[in-house]
């Protein structure tokens, strides 16, 4: 089944995306990139060493399309700092924009992300910002030259799953940019159900990284999300209050 | 309003019937809370949880690998003069020892520096003795000009600044401020403090406020454990560390549990705090805080740091030396005697065998002083 997901002019036939921070070890990166079959993978610029022995991004394949992340950034400015240094770095031009002014719960702030991905959008990167569901941003998002946008499905690291469902709902209903759901997915199952809904891809970390089998999560999610798809691009069944028979009553009346 | 309010109420509670308050049930809810209240803290650092240590550090364990993961990062203090005005009963650089006062001249630092970043770290934590006069912020800003081109990242534990000297110093490229409150109890703060500028209580609490104000990315902060008796200080240490969080959302707030080390004098501890006691307290501060750091220093054996790293902690230091110029000079005093002196590559072997990720770098320096990020219509 071809169903490609083109972002930035790259096409994508994976909706997987991944990130590498909370590993063990560095070297399960590339087994966990095999077994998921993500081909866009996350990484924080700040953990980023090129002097080190052990620089995470040389246990990234190159076949894989590099989202360098703003991890850490409290202001717009400190975003695009980091993006102009991820990118003088040869990380690529695709950023995930990461503003986060609070500490306590990491909710992104909303406002900074899109003054920050005007600039960088102007500036020729495939901008996805990490944002907080609502449309009003969304919308702004788009309209200062987002490639997607990423909503949390819950906080960051918290896998507690799709809490923003109704949200997301509206985001995917309401813009025509690729939504991917991104923080808050501990389980396959919720991978799947973000992709029934219409999602364009999800992104998570902590559900794999700190598994008991990081490799055979990344599996699970692999097939989840692929599950997800082809439920959503199927046609979900409508769902009804009570019994429909198969065999109606009142038939012959037709 | 200041946390000193906090500190005020504190003071008023009937301490000495206080803590047997507490039952199991009491210990149990805290446990099964979603959030940590300041009741569940305190019952989790009361004796009624001793018996709950385990379960508390299942929690405290898996909350660490969800927010944290597998990984650790590590620092490293750096010395830069250990001239002091203050005398202070339990520390080696009081004004009242006579031994050979250091300060590191720019080439000595440049020369620690890449000593210290041959082992591959990337953060530092640099220090000086309590003196305005030898070791001014000025003297620290000129070392951090130093230090921006071995590291990634400088924190400061300097003597307690004014919010425009810090702002001044994170405009300079200071990432983060460790101050440690020493003692919280304001009685004991008074009789152990016996001399200089440091005997202003309120000075050294606000201290780590200001740093907040003055936009440092993160902030640690900790009481001297033994100092006091230990509940209370915990107490206060991560209502302290709540009030910053509440206060300044867009800061990190970091915790510590150093616990006194013997040093040049003969000052003993009024509280001895054991092992399961340090326990008691790392995983409370985990329990009440999930997503800070807590930082675990040398002055713990290699033993106990080793099972530390599973209870809470998140950074570490290695490869240390509390004597000005340690790493690369010879011949100086030590603040205090450490405990665990193995070195960066074994700390990280450490880790390593733990399944744990030493992680060497968390932060580039993004101050600019050219102005740079003025540009692009952000300004």
Redesign the interface.
């Known amino acids: 089944m071809q169903d490609p997901l083109m972002i930035g002019g790259v096409t994508l036939t994976s909706r997987l995306f991944i990130g590498t921070g909370k590993y063990s070890r560095n070297t399960l990166i590339p087994e966990v990139i095999t077994r998921s079959g993500s081909q866009v993978i996350t990484v924080a610029l700040r953990r980023v060493d090129p002097e080190s022995s052990d620089n995470i991004v040389s246990h990234i394949p190159s076949h894989m399309t590099l989202l360098p992340n703003t991890s850490g950034a409290r202001t717009a400015e400190e975003a695009v700092r980091i993006a102009r240094l991820a990118r003088s770095a040869g990380l690529g031009n695709w950023v995930k924009i990461e503003v986060i002014n609070d500490q306590k719960y990491l909710l992104p702030d909303n406002m900074e992300t899109i003054r920050a991905t005007e600039v960088l959008a102007a500036e020729g990167f495939v901008v996805l910002p990490y944002m907080s569901p609502d449309l009003s941003a969304a919308l702004r998002l788009k309209a200062a030259g987002a490639a997607a946008v990423m909503p949390l499905g819950a906080p960051i690291g918290s896998n507690r799953g799709l809490q923003t469902k109704e949200l997301i709902r509206i985001l995917i209903s309401e813009t025509d940019l690729p939504v991917i759901v991104d923080a808050g997915i501990g389980r396959p199952s919720e991978a799947a159900e973000a992709m029934e809904m219409g999602a364009a891809a999800v992104l998570l970390n902590t559900a794999i990284a700190t598994a008991s089998d990081p490799l055979l999560m990344a599996e699970a999610f692999r097939a989840a999300v692929s599950a997800g798809r082809k439920a959503y691009l199927a046609g979900l069944g409508p769902v009804e209050e009570t019994a429909a028979a198969s065999s109606p009553l009142t038939g012959f009346l037709a | 309003m200041s946390f000193y309010e906090t500190m005020t109420r504190l003071e008023q509670l009937p301490y000495g019937t206080l803590w047997s308050r507490y039952t199991a049930e009491d210990v149990k809810r805290a446990l099964r809370a979603e959030q940590v209240d300041e009741e569940g803290l305190m019952a989790l650092l009361s004796p009624a949880a001793e018996p709950y240590l385990e379960e508390m550090a299942q929690k405290a364990h898996r909350l660490t ?7 650790m990062q590590l620092f490293t203090p750096m010395y830069l003069a250990d001239f002091c005005v203050n005398h202070c009963t339990y520390c080696s650089f009081s004004s009242i020892y006579d031994f050979p006062r250091k300060k590191l001249t720019l080439e000595q630092v440049a020369r620690e520096a890449e000593t210290i970043a041959a082992t ?1 770290l ?1 953060h530092i934590l640099i220090l000086t003795g309590e003196s305005r006069r030898d070791s001014p912020a000025g003297y620290v800003r000129d070392c951090v000009d130093v230090l921006r081109g071995y590291f ?1 990242s400088v924190s400061i534990e300097v003597n307690p600044l004014s919010t425009a000297e810090y702002a001044e110093l994170r405009e300079a490229g200071v990432d983060g401020l460790t101050l440690y409150q020493e003692v919280y109890h304001q009685e004991t703060y008074r009789t152990l403090h016996v001399k200089g500028p440091k005997r202003v209580y309120r000075n050294r609490l606000d201290a780590p406020e200001r740093g907040c104000e003055a936009g440092f ?1 993160s902030v640690n902060i900790g009481a001297l454990l033994g100092m006091y008796e230990w509940r209370q200080e915990a107490l206060a240490t991560a209502l302290h560390a709540r009030y910053l ?2 206060k300044y ?5 970091g915790l510590s549990t150093p616990r006194f080390r013997p040093y040049l004098g003969e000052f003993n501890p009024a509280s001895d705090v054991t092992d399961r006691a340090l326990v008691q307290i790392i995983l409370a501060y985990r329990l009440f805080l999930p ?1 800070s750091g807590i930082s675990l220093s040398t002055r713990e054996p290699a033993a106990l740091r080793d099972h530390l790293v599973q209870l809470g902690i998140t950074k570490m230091s290695a490869g240390v030396s509390t004597e000005v110029g340690g790493h690369s000079l010879e011949g100086g005093t030590p603040q205090f005697e450490i405990s665990d002196n193995r070195s960066v590559a074994e700390m990280a072997e450490m880790l ?1 065998s733990q ?3 030493p ?6 320096i ?1 101050s ?1 002083p050219l102005g ?3 540009q ?3 300004a």
């Open positions: 690998r969800t927010h944290f993961g597998h990984v591959g990337r990634s990315r969080q509440d959302p867009e800061c990190e707030i997503r390593r399944g744990l990720q992680v060497f770098k968390d932060w580039d993004l600019e740079l990020s003025r692009a219509g952000l």
